[in-house]
């Protein structure tokens, strides 16, 4: 453990949900509950970075998650704190020395390749995607993943009390605790959730080489870069998937799961990490 | 209309959908429709933009839609062409003489505000916002709502097929063709396809203000505040909302239904504009 250098953080939680009023289609005042959606701006030792929109709910791993995966700064060590301050909407980032040489390269690189909402790193991550190697000794049998499923579905109280937010989810593979729950976390962007898992693995040390992913978001290419950029081989979501999704899957050896629900799945790529334990397998192997 | 100064668009619509194969919990070969996904770069006037990925089905209306959503080109009249290459995956827009004044600084005020998937324009969004006055005498019976929903719900092919699309629909309030679809398209990005739509509008000379717009998506702040640029004054999807979407929508005075499914729907803010007209609306009101 790294303890001696672990950043000085913040703890500033908002609210996930707040309550508004609706009328519905009967004439008839529904208290509602919606998610909670902040700006917060990324201050890189006093340098603006970006303004996401987060549902603030862990803010902290949000912004941490955000530096590594653009690859704005190299290593967890190099961050000596990160204060969280909704009076300001602000995230100040303070690194160690040294530590953000080369910002305003990567930066100048950002700006066009990414967009309001929409844009990507594409050409970057992809560089380095295909030098990702994910550990292919590791395997998910199939009842592991109806149990992280069921979980999941017990889990998502925000989503289920307001909907408009996306959940992720990150589970062992091995161990007494397989496929038990590690870290689960929603925001109303899908990218800024799995941002917070990266963020919350990368403050405390935790390795993604035998680990699944699990996402209610789609499998676009950006999802399936972050999960390699993890180490992350096991990639589940209960939605479906794009093209370039499943190419980069393919290509990066990524077992790719989509359609999970209930007790059921569509295994697109990297079946061989899958062993399956229903008996109808059985029947058919 | 503007038919002299109409940009010239190339036609590069890409297949919407490619099948793969899957495995399913039985070990069952199952073939499955995913959805398209490609890069696509703009360069405006020679210069990089930003590179989208995109189900590539609306492409020349997409680019149109982002450069018009995000400020970078004034008006549809400074727009020469847009020729969309998949060759190279990019899309090269030229414009008449003095359209992309203040480009520079344009994109200098973007660089910090955007994101990977996740940034936002919000600053210089909102107070543009703030000038917006929509158009506030004009109604939508819920019955057209009802029809609307009946209309979108037979129209998404390409989610039915693929699912990890959104959808988003252009509709009048007025007129022998109220409520009837005038515009519809799906996009892996529900941005993509919301700026697909202020492209075609843009192109076709289309005024937002006695329109409805449809989305699939949820309702977030850069939502929203799309919808107010384009001078829509309703806003419907079946999803949720976020707070930040509801304040928005409240103080700029739309009409903001959420959770419309069948014959649903939760009215937010802007409730002066439905007219409710089933039956138990008369017994309540």
């Known amino acids: 453990m790294t303890m001696p250098n672990r950043p000085t953080l913040s703890d500033a939680a908002r609210p996930a949900t707040y309550e508004v009023e609706a009328?519905?289609?009967?004439?008839?005042?529904?208290p509602t509950a919606i998610a909670g959606e902040h700006p917060l701006t990324i201050y890189l030792d006093k340098r603006e970075i970006v303004t996401l929109m987060t549902l603030g709910h862990a803010p902290e791993a949000l912004v941490l998650g955000y530096l590594r995966n653009q690859r704005?700064?190299?290593?967890?060590?190099s961050i000596a704190a990160v204060q969280v301050d909704w009076e300001t909407d602000s995230a100040a980032v303070t690194t160690r020395r040294r530590s953000t040489r080369g910002l305003k390269q990567k930066m100048a690189k950002r700006t066009v390749t990414s967009g309001c909402g929409q844009g990507t790193m594409f050409g970057n991550l992809m560089?380095?995607?295909?030098?990702v190697t994910l550990l292919d000794d590791v395997r998910l049998a199939d009842s592991q993943l109806f149990d992280l499923i069921e979980q999941v579905r017990r889990h998502e109280t925000i989503y289920k009390q307001a909907g408009a937010v996306h959940g992720c989810a990150l589970a062992r593979t091995t161990g007494p605790a397989a496929a038990e729950i590690m870290m689960f976390v929603e925001d109303v962007g899908r990218h800024n959730a799995v941002d917070a898992i990266a963020g919350r693995m990368w403050l405390d040390g935790i390795d993604g080489s035998d680990k699944i992913f699990y996402t209610t978001g789609r499998l676009t290419s950006e999802m399936v870069i972050k999960c390699a950029q993890m180490r992350?081989?096991?990639?589940?979501?209960r939605s479906g998937l794009t093209r370039m999704?499943?190419?980069?899957a393919e290509r990066v050896g990524l077992t790719m799961l989509g359609r999970a629900s209930?007790?059921?799945?569509?295994?697109?790529?990297?079946?061989?990490?899958?062993?399956?334990?229903?008996?109808?397998?059985?029947?058919?192997?």
């Open 262 to 285: 209930g007790r059921h799945y569509l295994a697109f790529t990297g079946r061989h990490r899958i062993e399956r334990t229903a008996p109808q397998a059985t029947a058919i192997a």
């Open 23 to 30: 009328i519905n289609e009967r004439g008839e005042m529904v």
């Open 232 to 237: 992350i081989p096991f990639l589940v979501s």
């Open 127 to 131: 560089e380095e995607i295909e030098r």
């Open 245 to 248: 999704g499943h190419t980069i």
């Open 72 to 77: 704005l700064v190299d290593s967890i060590d």
